[in-house]
């Protein structure tokens, strides 16, 4: 049996695709800060499908402690998925909140790497995958996406170069750039506005965490020898605005 690590598996995305992994035949190790949620989410799937793992990714102790304890059947990895993640604030730069900025360099950024850094011999060893959850963020900048965006093209590009530096283990790295995906996360974002989240969403038919979970599993059974490098998917709903001028 094939064995995924799924950060940030508490809810949203993250959740959806261990469960679509495990649907599918994997086990899973799932992690995120909320134990009572991966408690759950074990009683429902399985302790044999799926071990819950409760750290916070920034937390570099408790991290390597979780890491390096997980029990025999969960320990090689065919599969990471990078998925832990959050924006907070939509403020302009000059007006954001710089410790908002460093917790999601911390998480989106130093956090993904460091745990990609330990699982690399393991994934080498199983000629396994990275799947790194960016965003449209990565590529198309927004008023207030600042700090945002630019953690999650460093996703991009972070994916881009472990497929150079990986090139002839067998390891495959794809970078999935997610648009609007109706989950926690503008909850999260905008620290808990209820009206905020259905001002986004209604009416918008946005993408599920279903939708990127199918995908995330897609591309982990692709056939061996196919790498996908970057994926880019939005809702039909969402598409692209225009330059602005400011006049003098
Ligand atoms: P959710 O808020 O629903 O899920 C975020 C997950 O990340 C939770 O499980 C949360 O777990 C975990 N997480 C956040 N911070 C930490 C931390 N410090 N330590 C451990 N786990 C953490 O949002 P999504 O499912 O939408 O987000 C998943 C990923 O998808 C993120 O990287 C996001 O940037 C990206 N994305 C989302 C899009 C969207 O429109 N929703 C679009 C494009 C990309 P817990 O709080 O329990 O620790
Ligand atoms: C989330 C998508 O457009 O809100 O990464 O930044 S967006």
């Given amino acids: 049996m094939k064995t995924a690590l799924v950060t940030g598996a508490t809810s949203g995305i993250g959740e959806a695709t ?3 992994l495990v649907a599918s035949g994997w086990r899973c190790v799932a992690t995120g800060r909320r134990k009572e949620r991966l408690d759950a989410l074990v009683a429902d799937l399985g302790a044999d499908k799926v071990h819950a793992a409760s750290f916070d990714v920034r937390d570099e102790a408790a991290r390597d402690a979780a890491l390096d304890g997980l029990p025999e059947t969960f320990s090689s990895f065919d599969l990471l998925v990078n998925n832990a993640g959050l924006a907070l604030g939509t403020a302009p730069a000059q007006e954001a909140a710089l410790d908002q900025w460093k917790t999601m360099i911390e998480t989106n950024v ?10 690399l011999p393991a994934l080498i060893e199983c000629k396994g995958a990275i799947i790194n959850i960016s965003s449209v963020a990565a590529n198309y900048p927004y008023p207030g996406g600042n700090a945002y965006g630019g953690t999650k093209a460093f996703v991009r590009q972070f994916s881009l170069g472990l497929r150079a530096d990986l090139h002839g283990t067998g390891v495959r790295v794809c970078s999935i750039e997610p648009g609007m995906v109706e989950t926690e996360f503008t909850l999260v974002r905008t620290g808990g506005n209820e009206e905020a989240h259905e001002t986004l969403y209604g009416g918008a ?12 599993r897609w591309v982990a059974e692709l056939p061996p020898h196919l790498n996908i490098n970057t994926l880019e998917l939005m809702p039909v709903s969402q598409s692209f ?4 001028i400011a006049r003098a």
Avoid at 110 to 119: M, N, Q, R, V, W
Avoid at 205 to 216: K, L, N, Q, R, S
């Fill in 241 to 244: 605005g225009g330059f602005r």
């Fill in 205 to 216: 038919d946005p993408m599920t965490a279903g939708d990127i979970a199918e995908t995330v």
């Fill in 18 to 20: 261990v469960r679509a």
């Fill in 110 to 119: 130093t956090a993904l790497a460091s745990i990609t850094h330990k699982l």
